[in-house]
């Protein structure tokens, strides 16, 4: 992409579950694309249904800015679990995040958590990244 170019994100994924989108740049900051203080509906992600981002009750485009190599990292998890300490829902798109320690405090938490039920097994979860370019 170019710096000033207006784009959306599809996300889609094999399996059901809350997402967590990440936007990660160059300089190491992370902003938490999804949840946020804009989006109205959060529902969980159904498989192979694709989410696009921005929606129409966000009131704004995506803006490509800045330069050089960005990440998106983008979790799905499919047990209910509160993650409300390290990906609020309320985080405003402009909080800017230490790259290694947001998500990481996420996979931390996911790793450290067990269902209750009999089998005491771990949070189901999945990660995907895609690299992209601004320029």
Not at 12 to 40: C, H, M, W, Y
Not at 106 to 113: D, H, P, S
Request: glycine content about 8%; cysteine-free; proline content about 5%.
């Amino acid at each position: 992409m170019r710096a000033g170019d207006v784009f959306k994100l599809t996300v889609t994924s094999r399996t059901s579950g809350d997402l967590l989108l990440f936007d990660v740049n160059s300089q190491g900051k992370a902003r938490q694309i999804f949840p946020n203080e804009f989006a109205r509906e959060i529902t969980p992600l159904a498989p192979d249904v694709p989410l696009t981002l921005p929606d129409e009750y966000y009131g704004f485009d995506f803006e490509a800015s800045g330069e050089g190599e960005n990440v998106l990292v983008a979790f799905v998890i499919s047990d209910a679990i509160d993650l409300s300490g390290v990906a609020p829902k309320s985080r405003g798109l402009k909080v800017e995040l230490n790259a290694r320690d947001a998500p990481g405090d996420i996979v931390a938490r996911l790793q450290n958590t067990w269902t209750d039920d009999l089998d005491r097994r771990g949070i189901r979860w999945s990660v995907g990244t895609l690299r992209y370019r601004v320029e």
